[in-house]
């Protein structure tokens, strides 16, 4: 059997000093870090991609219903 270890690391301070901490609305494991206090998740998700946006924004100003927009 081959296993695999994997250090975390806080992502403000470097220090693998961290401990489970809950999940957050998407879902995903949340970790606080016992020397700078700082918590969060350490792959956090961001949001759409720039061409999704500019989309958006076009489909906004040429007043596209919101339901429209949602298709998209």
């Given amino acids: 059997m081959i296993q695999?270890?994997?250090t975390y690391s806080c992502p403000k301070c470097g220090s693998p000093d961290l401990v489970?901490?809950?999940?957050?609305?998407?879902?995903d494991q949340k970790y606080h870090c016992k020397t700078c206090e700082g918590c969060?998740?350490?792959n956090a998700r961001r949001?759409?991609?720039e061409?999704?946006?500019?989309?958006?924004k076009r489909a906004l100003l040429?007043?596209?219903s919101l339901?429209?927009?949602e298709r998209l």
């Fill in 20 to 27: 489970k901490n809950g999940r957050d609305y998407k879902g």
């Fill in 51 to 56: 061409p999704t946006r500019q989309q958006v």
């Fill in 40 to 42: 969060g998740t350490l």
């Fill in 62 to 64: 040429e007043r596209v």
């Fill in 67 to 69: 339901r429209a927009i």
């Fill in 4 to 6: 695999t270890i994997i």
């Fill in 47 to 49: 949001g759409h991609a």
